[in-house]
């Protein structure tokens, strides 16, 4: 008796970005008042969230978008996993459009990582149930297998066994995190966002979900949105960062990049207010001016004139689009060219690189900032790494058109 042929899987290689939004807006239409009913306006106000929002994420990279509260960061994020829908606006995902209602599978392929663990868990219902239902309702592994899949998934996230029969309130915080992650990563999705994850987090805790997300990018193949806004935080996590104000991208470039020379003001702003343990930790050099804007009354023009030091006139008539700018650092330390080109909407870019403080560098060439985002990892075995992404990724047959 001759041994069955074994299993063989066809395998589609995605083209181009593993996701892209395209002149993405969102407005949230105001009530009437009570004075525009007696008047019977059919004038109705709306706040603006996005504005035109062009962003690109790459194949197996971690993408940062920072900005201040109120930018319009969980607005994205909530719009690229679905539960949102756009105003206007493409996303495109695997070089396929996104449809506005999205079917099991394309909701499988992009999943999301809450900022609150303990608002984003069910508390009635234990850890193993939770991950059994989504293995099975999605068709992860067979019945018989379902349990052993639950293990390896905590197991990814550094939990024990132990976690699949209790509760929510029986854990930490961070540890609620990594259930929320491991959660998220059960379906086998392509696409990782994760929503200010860690900022309900104690400090101690913070670095502990960092280096998970990065363990999982490396082993796992994910390509991963990091909504952040601290700056700080992802200095050592991304390999781009993309900086957000007032519902519009205003900076784009590699972290180390970035980091050294910021050509828009306020991602310069960002940086200077980064907390450094020397004797220059505290400074002045580039102080913003007043409280942001309200999304009610948008500036116009560049929407951040109205705090910047470096406004001209031009600045409140002109609504620079991002474009190139020069690349200051050239090269990374260790001799890798930037992947990408360093863009800014900032009509003064050139000549700010001249005006004191934007001539010297935010971050020193020695700091941590400028090395490369795996450094808080140890190395492991490569061939380990491949065989458990290739598991993690691995297609089903009848939702994939693979052969036996």
Do not use: W
């Not at 197991?155 to 609620?176: I, T, W």
């Not at 700080?232 to 996590?237: C, I, R, T, Y």
């Not at 409280?291 to 001209?312: I, L, N, Q, T, W």
């Amino acid at each position: 008796m001759t041994d069955p042929a074994p299993r063989t899987v066809t395998v589609t290689v995605p083209r181009g970005p593993a996701l892209r939004a395209e002149g993405v807006t969102k407005r949230y239409p105001l009530p009437r008042t009570v004075v525009e009913r007696v008047r019977r306006s059919n004038a109705r106000s709306a706040l603006t969230a996005l504005d035109g929002i062009d962003l690109e994420l790459r194949r197996g990279e971690i993408l940062a978008l920072v900005g201040e509260s109120g930018s319009g960061k969980s607005t994205l994020a909530k719009i690229l996993v679905g539960s949102v829908t756009a105003t206007t606006g493409t996303l495109e995902h695997d070089g396929a459009g996104v449809p506005e209602r999205r079917g099991k599978e394309a909701s499988r392929r992009i999943q999301m990582v809450f900022q609150d663990p303990y608002s984003s868990l069910n508390p009635r219902i234990s850890v193993g149930s939770m991950l059994r239902e989504l293995l099975l309702l999605h068709d992860i592994v067979p019945r018989a297998e379902v349990r052993a899949e639950c293990i390896r998934l905590l197991n990814l996230v550094g939990l024990d066994e132990d976690a699949l029969d209790a509760y929510p309130s029986q854990f930490s915080g961070g540890q609620r995190q990594r259930i929320a992650i491991a959660r998220a990563i059960a379906v086998r999705p392509d696409v990782l966002i994760a929503d200010e994850p860690v900022s309900a987090l104690d400090v101690s805790v913070q670095a502990t979900i960092l280096e998970l997300f990065a363990t999982l990018q490396r082993e796992l193949g994910l390509s991963i949105l990091f909504v952040a806004h601290n700056l700080a935080v992802v200095q050592h996590l991304s390999q781009r960062v993309a900086v957000m104000y007032l519902g519009r991208i205003v900076e784009v470039a590699d972290t180390a990049e970035l980091f050294r020379n910021p050509r828009h003001p306020y991602t310069r702003a960002l940086i200077d207010s980064i907390p450094r343990m020397n004797a220059e930790s505290v400074t002045e050099r580039l102080a913003l001016q007043g409280e942001p804007p309200s999304p009610f009354d948008v500036p116009s023009g560049c929407r951040f004139h109205p705090r910047c030091p470096y406004a001209v006139d031009a600045c409140h008539a002109t609504d620079p689009p991002l474009a190139p700018v020069p690349l200051v650092l050239g090269r990374r330390l260790g001799g890798t060219a930037p992947s990408s080109a360093h863009v800014a909407a900032c009509i003064r870019s050139a000549e700010l690189a001249a005006v004191d403080p934007m001539r010297e560098p935010a971050i020193e060439r020695d700091d941590a900032a400028l090395t490369q985002p795996d450094v808080l990892l140890d190395p492991e075995d490569a061939s380990a790494s491949v065989e458990l992404a290739a598991h993690h990724q691995e297609p089903l047959l009848h939702e994939r058109g693979g052969t036996a």
